[in-house]
C-alpha cells in the first residue's frame, strides 16, 4: 500500500495491485497537486478542494458540479470540473472548462496536459478527424515529450476505431518496442488482442453458465463466440458477435441486436 501526504496533510492511499484505471485516476490527481504546490498556488480554499477530490476519486462526480459548477476559478477547480464531465460524459462541458482554464491561465504548468484533456473530448465524442488534429498539434509543441507515448497509444486507438489496421499495427508495434513495460504497452497489447477486425461485444459474466446460456439464444440469428478474460484475478466471459472489416457492418448487426434488447458495444 501507498499512502501519500502533502504539505503535511493525508491526500491519498492505494493499494499496488489496484487496477491500472484506478492507479492512473490517483496518479493523475497527484501530479496535478504537486505542480501547484511547487508553484505555491494551492488557493485559499484548500479544503474545499480536498472535498472535490476525495469526491472525483470516489466517483461522487454529482457533488462536484454541485459545489464549483459555473463558479469555478482558479486551475485546480476547473481541472478537477473538466475531469469530472469528461467521466461521465459530458464531452462539450468537459472542453468548454478546459478551455476555459487555458484561457485564464495560459502560463500554467498544466497546459500541454490540459490541451491534451480537450482532444480526448473529440476523441470520445467520436471526432476522430478533429482529435488527431488536436493530438498531433499537442505532439509538435510539447516540450519534453513526456506525452508522446499516450500520444502514440491514441494513434493507435483511432486507427482501430477507423478500421485502419495498418496503421494501428504500426502505432502498437511501436509502442511495444519503444515504451516496453509502460501502461501504453498494456492497452497496446489490449488493442492489438481484438484483432484486426471489429467485434461486438453483447455481455460479460463473471460465470460461464451464464455467458453459454447467452450465447445459446443468440444461435439461431446470429453466430455468436465466447471469449474469456483475466485481470487483476478476476475472469470474465465475454459473448461477441462478428468479425468485420469495416465498422459500417458492425453497425448494422449492432443496430439489430440493440432493437431485440442487447446492450451491444462495438470493439476496438
Known amino acids: 500500500t501507498l499512502t501519500y501526504h502533502l504539505s503535511g496533510k493525508f491526500l491519498f492511499s492505494f493499494e499496488s495491485n489496484m487496477d491500472m484505471t484506478k492507479l492512473s485516476k490517483h496518479l ?19 479544503n474545499t478542494l480536498d472535498d472535490d477530490y476525495k469526491n472525483y476519486l470516489s466517483g461522487e462526480y454529482e457533488e462536484i458540479v454541485k459545489a464549483e459548477g459555473d463558479g469555478a476559478a482558479n486551475e485546480q477547480s476547473l481541472y478537477i470540473l473538466g475531469l469530472t464531465y469528461l467521466k461521465t460524459a459530458e464531452y462539450i462541458k468537459a ?20 490541451m491534451f484533456k480537450i482532444a480526448d473530448t ?22 519534453d515529450g513526456d506525452l508522446t507515448a499516450l500520444l502514440t497509444l491514441r494513434f493507435a486507438q483511432i486507427a482501430a476505431k477507423e ?14 518496442t519503444k515504451y516496453p513495460g509502460s501502461p501504453e504497452e498494456k492497452y497496446a497489447k489490449r488493442l492489438d488482442d481484438y484483432g484486426d477486425f471489429f467485434t461486438i461485444q ?3 459474466f463473471d460465470e460461464l453458465k451464464n455467458a453459454l446460456q447467452m450465447k445459446r439464444g443468440l444461435q439461431k440469428k446470429f453466430d455468436p463466440y465466447t471469449v474469456q ?35 451491444a458495444k462495438i470493439y476496438p
Do not use: C
Open 202 to 204: 453483447i455481455g460479460a
Open 95 to 114: 472542453r468548454q472548462t478546459f478551455e476555459k482554464l487555458i484561457a485564464q491561465f495560459p502560463d500554467s504548468p498544466a497546459r500541454q496536459r490540459v
Open 122 to 143: 473529440y476523441f470520445l465524442e467520436g471526432s476522430y478527424p478533429r482529435a488527431i488534429s488536436t493530438y498531433k498539434d499537442i505532439e509538435q509543441k510539447q516540450r
Open 28 to 46: 493523475l490527481i497527484l501530479t496535478f497537486f504537486l505542480w501547484f504546490t511547487a508553484r505555491g498556488m494551492m488557493p485559499a480554499h484548500a
Open 229 to 263: 478474460e483475466t485481470r487483476n484475478g478476476v475472469t470474465l466471459y465475454k459473448i461477441r458477435i462478428g468479425r468485420f472489416r469495416n465498422r459500417q457492418d458492425a453497425e448494422k448487426v449492432a443496430v439489430k441486436l440493440r432493437e431485440e434488447g442487447y446492450p
Open 163 to 176: 478500421g485502419k489496421w495498418e496503421d494501428k499495427d504500426k502505432y502498437t508495434a511501436l509502442i511495444k
